[in-house]
């Protein structure tokens, strides 16, 4: 039985490189390519592969979002995202979008080839490390806390947040207040960029 792959990244000299390799497994179709989301969503639309493997920085839409709309799609195919981003936070996004996989773009080829193979038998494959510190350290802010905080990110006051969340301004200071504490910063620009940093939005 031969696995179909779309394959998503937005540098065509990974894209071809990608391509190439795994087209060297008996195994794996490379069914198709696409150089930003949009494309992604629309070849998984088309062909529905069985898996697709997508960059999370891409033009238009992210990896992320295109993993999230294959899911409210209710497609078929299993999303992986293949990333130079180590980083905890951008996995359990990727988790919680609906990627079943997360791996490093530094893995060697043969280990994505079966991270292909895995997923399309019904399993995960995620980069151990990664999935260490992930579950390792849970993150420390609720979901109304990180709902205010991706606000925040875009320049949005603690007044229009709690007129867009339909709360009081008070409660938006406080949650406020409590982010910082807990990201151990002074100000709403370094927990942006701290946030930033860590993948958590």
């Known amino acids: 039985m031969t696995i179909t ?4 990244e937005d ?6 490189a990608l391509s190439t390799l795994l087209g060297l497994e008996a195994d794996i179709t490379v069914a198709g390519t696409a150089p930003n989301g949009e494309e992604a969503v629309r070849l998984v639309a088309t062909l529905e592969p069985d898996v697709l493997l997508t960059d999370i920085e891409m033009p238009g839409m ?9 899911r409210r799609r209710g497609l078929p195919t299993r999303v992986v995202i293949l990333t130079t981003f180590a980083r905890s936070g951008y996995l359990r996004r990727a988790l ?11 893995a060697p080829a043969s280990a994505l080839a079966q991270a292909v193979r895995d997923v399309h038998a019904g399993g995960r494959a995620i980069d151990p490390e990664l999935a260490a510190d992930a579950w390792g350290e849970p993150d ?11 606000l925040m990110a875009g320049g949005y006051s603690n007044k229009e947040i709690a007129n867009s969340l339909g709360v009081a301004e008070g409660t938006v200071k406080n949650h406020v207040s409590n982010i910082l504490s807990k990201m151990g910063v002074r100000d709403r620009t370094r927990a942006v960029l701290k946030a930033f940093e860590l993948g958590q939005i």
Do not use: F, S
Not at 11 to 16: E, S, T
């Open 140 to 150: 420390p802010l609720t979901d109304r806390e990180t709902e205010i905080l991706r």
């Open 96 to 106: 919680d979008a609906g990627a079943v996989g997360y791996l490093l773009k530094d």
């Open 5 to 8: 792959v779309v394959l998503a």
């Open 62 to 70: 992210t990896g992320l979002e295109v993993a999230a709309e294959v």
């Open 11 to 16: 540098q065509l000299m990974v894209l071809g």
